[in-house]
Each structure stands twice: as C-alpha cells, then as structure tokens.
C-alpha cells in the first residue's frame, strides 16, 4: 500500500506537489486548507518557463495558457522613462516553453480542479487547518488539526505516513519545525497590488519594470483581447516606502482592502512605451496592502517524514517572478524524491539536500534586489535620466547580472531546455 501523505495548504505550492505525487505513482493523498472553499482571490503571476515546463508535464499546461498571455518581452525602465534594457523572454530567447503571465485564481483553479479528477473529489478538504506537528517514536507525524464546517467548530489529530507543509510564509508546520522563530521580518517597504480592466491598448504587449531607488511598480497584461471582449487585465504591483503614504510600522492585517487613492497619487506622470502606470492604477475596482516580508533561510526544511515547500520553506522577496515558480518545481522534485527511495525519510533529505542551498542563494539574492538591481544602478548613477544606458550600466555588466540571477533560479535556456528532471520512469514501483 502506497503511504498516506498530508499536505497543509490548497495554494499552488501544494496542489502542484499532489499533482505531481499523483503523477508519481501517489494514490493516497489528502490536501486540507484552512478555507472553507477555494476563492478566487489574489493578483497576477508571472511564470518562468522552468516551471510552465512542469505544468506541462504534469498535463495542465493547455488549461492555464487558455486564459493567460506569453510574456514575449520584459523591460525596465528608470522613473524618468529612460530605457534601461528590453528582454526576450520564453519562447523568443530560445526556451522551449514560454514566461506565462496569468491571474493567480486561475491558476489554482486549474490545479484544484485537476487534483480533484485525479485523486477524487474528496481529495481537497476546506475549513481544515494545521495548528501543530509532533514527531512520532518512528519518525513520523502526528498532526494536529482544527476544523470549521459552518458554525461547528471542532479539533482531532492524523497520523500520516508523510507530511508536507504548504502553508505559506506564516507555516504552522515550520513554526513546528522552527520553535520560536516569530513573525517574517519587514523592511520597511510596502507593497500594493491590484488587478485593472482596461482597454488593451492602454495595457501594452509587455511586461515591464520601472523606478528608482524607493518606488517601483510591476505592470503586465494577463489575459488577450477577444472581439467579444475588447478589454484585457492588468496586474500590478508596487513597492513603496511606508514613510511615503504615512505609515509608521507593517500593516497588521497582511491583505488590507485600501483606496487606490492612498499611492496612486505617487505614480503620477509614470508613462513606458505608451502605458500611464496612474492611468492603470486608477482603472483597479480595489488593491490591497502588505507589508514587503521573505524568511530567513533555514538550516533544515525537514525532520523525519515531515518537509516543507513554497513559502513555508522559503519566502522571498517579490522579486525575479520566483515564487510560484519555484513553488511548482519544489512539488515536482519532492514527489521525485519520494518515488525514488523506499524510505520516506531518505527521499525527503534528498528532496531537501536538492532544493535548500539553491533556493537559500535565491532567498539572498532577492534581498540584493536579484535583477532589477539595475534600477537602482541606474539611478545611482543618472537619477535625472540618460539618452543611451550603455554610459551609465555598459552592456556585460547588465548580461551578467541577468545571467548570474538565471543561474541561481535555474531557469537559463541550457538548463531548462534539457526538460524535466522529475519525471519517474514507467514501472516504478512504490
């Protein structure tokens, strides 16, 4: 009989590891999540191709590109509209797979939806949460969970053959695994983020990425026009210093409805290649707020048979479109690792020994800013503007950092062109 596996959180870390476990040969696995029903909430999602290649190999990949946009082009931008760079980018700079940028709800609606007509209906169960772990004498867990259904409240306690915790920056398993450990550090920035309709040609084709050294914004189309619908969606995301809307600490509540009003004001004036970012902000029927958070690298994301995945093992800075990205891959290479060794506990400290030091080196490097390091050297350098970005960052200082920051994440060409890793071959037997 295959082992009994629990994944805390129905997010897209953990419904791309019970894809993948399925995929591996996994029957029996259980996804609880602490809401009570899937709600298509969130903002956009950009996807590197390392990981669209492994939504394709897990089957999935038609469903998310049916209403999301190949990112063909990226570009940054200094606040004076100077151009800093313009990016091929998937299938235009040689990969096999394309960049998708696409709405977050989407995206996890595609992967519910596929884990539960693979693994049954009853495969994702809601109003669950995990509220602590405990090793067992064999190594395994013993997991303490809440439960709502309606008003009735209630507690019991499982005890899988494998736990995986994918319950985000905020983990209830890390906390399990990491006593004492606290609240993920700020640094004093905040970040607003929204969606916008709007007709398509004030969206641009591109995705793009401008600003200095303390306002930046992030803005992409994610869905094409249609001649039913001539309007398209527009993700955005802002980084701003809390001192420059008034603030004076981190928001408490991490996902805080605010006016537009509160930064757009900021942006005025903001145009790229015909794209007025106020413009954009001000067509958003709501945003939000959070504070700008990672967590610190960890020493071990695992302790008998129980891991960690996602954001729960590693948050990062929003930087690089590296965390659902990574997220997908972390699923593919833990469900690797556990058809591969008999032993749970081996295969996790495979996975483990795999995917912490490369995901700890992306960790710093998003705190160094990763590739939009550029933006700030090019205010450094010329905060009023510049006619031509090779006087100010000359080219094989900008194609090294790209190339250093591809590297790290393991998404340049070379690499992901090879295809999957994390495929198990026919006749495994588990």
């Known amino acids: 009989m295959t082992p009994h596996i629990l994944i805390a959180g129905a997010g897209i870390a953990g419904l ?45 990949l038609d469903r998310v590109e049916a209403d999301a946009v190949r990112t063909t082009e990226l570009r940054y931008y200094h606040r004076s509209g100077s151009l800093i760079s313009r990016d091929r980018r998937g299938l235009d700079a040689g990969y096999r797979w394309p960049q998708l940028s696409v709405h977050r709800a989407h995206l996890q609606q595609v992967l519910a939806d596929a884990v539960r007509d693979r693994l049954g209906s009853g495969a994702v169960v809601g109003g669950v949460r995990v509220t602590g ?23 019991a306690s499982l005890t899988p053959d494998v736990l995986i915790g994918a319950d985000g920056i905020r983990s209830a398993v890390r906390a399990a695994l990491n006593p004492g450990e606290g609240e993920p550090p700020w640094n004093g920035m905040l970040v607003f983020r929204g969606v916008s309709r709007m007709g398509a040609r004030h969206a641009g084709s591109f995705m793009f990425i401008a ?10 189309p994610m869905t094409r026009p249609t001649a039913a619908d001539p309007d398209v969606l527009v993700n955005w995301a802002l980084a701003v210093p809390a001192d420059a809307v008034g603030a004076t600490g981190a928001p408490v509540d991490w996902d805080r409805r605010v006016p537009v009003d509160r930064f757009a004001h900021l942006y005025a004036g903001w145009e790229f290649g015909g794209v007025d970012v106020e413009r954009v902000l001000r067509a958003a029927d709501e945003a939000y707020e959070y504070p700008m958070v990672d967590r ?31 997220s997908i891959v972390d699923g593919r290479a833990l469900a690797h690792a556990l058809a591969r060794h008999a032993d749970p506990a081996e295969a996790l400290a495979a996975y483990e020994a795999e995917r912490r030091p490369a995901m700890t ?11 939009e390091v550029v933006i700030d050297l ?14 100010v960052i000359p080219p094989h200082e900008r194609a090294e950092i790209a190339a250093r920051y591809a590297a790290t994440g393991a998404f340049d060409p070379a690499t992901v062109n090879q295809g999957s890793p994390y495929e198990v071959p026919v006749g495994v037997s588990y």
């Open 133 to 155: 772990v405990e090793a067992r004498a064999d190594g395994g867990p013993r997991v303490a969970l809440a439960h709502r259904d309606g008003t009735t409240r209630g507690s």
């Open 361 to 371: 080196e992306l960790q710093c490097a998003n705190r160094r800013l990763g590739p």
């Open 296 to 326: 610190e690298p960890l020493a071990r994301w695992s302790l008998g048979r129980t891991t960690l995945v996602g954001d729960a093992a590693h948050a990062m800075y929003p930087v690089g479109s590296n965390g659902a990205t990574q």
């Open 378 to 391: 090019a205010h450094r350098r010329a905060p009023d503007g510049f006619a031509d970005v090779d006087d």
């Open 211 to 220: 600003g200095d050294d303390r306002l930046k914004a992030v803005v992409y």
């Open 16 to 60: 791309s590891a019970a894809l993948s476990l399925h995929a591996a040969g996994f029957e029996r696995i259980t996804v609880v999540e602490a809401a009570r029903s899937l709600r298509p909430v969130g903002a956009g999602l950009n996807l590197m191709p390392n990981a669209v290649r492994e939504l394709d190999a897990l089957g999935v």
